[in-house]
């Protein structure tokens, strides 16, 4: 089961910073944050993890809080391209548990 | 690199008839998942290899599924019997085991409908 809540749905402006909320409260000690974008007729894309420092990539930057039981996604400079379902995991370290999906957060950039 | 290969990407089946779905991974990629997912839901696991041996299967996996992985390489997942709820989207995914938090390289899946 996932252990993950998200909104089922956001907007954002073109151009506009879209930042994604993911709250998982009973997150272990040894669990990655994860999070996929699945753009429509596709599957899921990887954009970042991170276990408890804030990281950043071409894609995204991910801000996770000091008590680890809630992240956000942000995406700089949201563009057309950027509509897709978000999907915000928790993952051992180990690797060895595949990844649980939950429904992610639609996110709708408009023009 | 190529990225990871679904064939076909559409299938359309009879009630009753067999399936066969292709995955061929990432080539470095000693990993391979099956994950199911229907319309507004995201995906769901079916079952993984690591190299040639099948570590887990899903609950959801019914007897009428089978997943092989013959020479660590690609991957084959047949349905038997097909029944319209197995109509979904199937998607294959590898990654590597070794190093830590790593991602997965999805295909773009194949798509089933039973009539």
């Known amino acids: 089961d996932a252990k993950t809540t998200q909104p089922p749905s956001m907007d954002c402006a073109e151009g506009r910073a879209a930042n994604l909320p993911c709250n998982h409260s009973?997150?272990?000690?040894?669990?990655?944050v994860y999070w996929y974008r699945q753009i429509h007729s596709q599957g899921p894309q990887y954009i970042i993890h991170?276990?408890?420092n804030n990281e950043t990539n071409e894609m995204a930057s991910l801000i996770i809080t000091e008590d680890r039981k809630s992240s956000t996604l942000i995406l700089p400079h949201a563009t057309l391209r950027d509509t897709a379902v978000y999907y915000c995991i928790v993952r051992p370290a180990s690797g060895n548990t595949p990844l649980v999906f939950g429904k992610g957060t639609r996110l709708s950039v408009i023009a | 690199d190529t990225g990871v290969s679904q064939n076909p990407r559409h299938k359309i089946t009879k009630r009753g008839q067999n399936v066969t779905f292709r995955c061929d991974p990432i080539?470095?990629?000693?990993?391979l998942y099956w994950y199911r997912q229907t319309l507004g839901q995201g995906p769901e696991f079916l079952t993984y290899f690591q190299n040639e041996a099948q570590l887990e299967k899903s609950r959801l996996l019914s007897d009428r599924f089978s997943a092989e992985r013959p020479k660590g390489s690609f991957s084959t997942l047949e349905i038997q019997r097909t029944e319209q709820g197995d109509s979904a989207m199937y998607l294959c995914a590898s990654s590597l085991s070794t190093g830590k938090a790593y991602g997965y390289t999805f295909g773009s899946g194949t798509r089933l409908t039973v009539v």
């Open positions: 009973t997150i272990s000690g040894n669990e990655y």
């Open positions: 991170g276990l408890k």
């Open positions: 080539s470095e990629h000693n990993r």
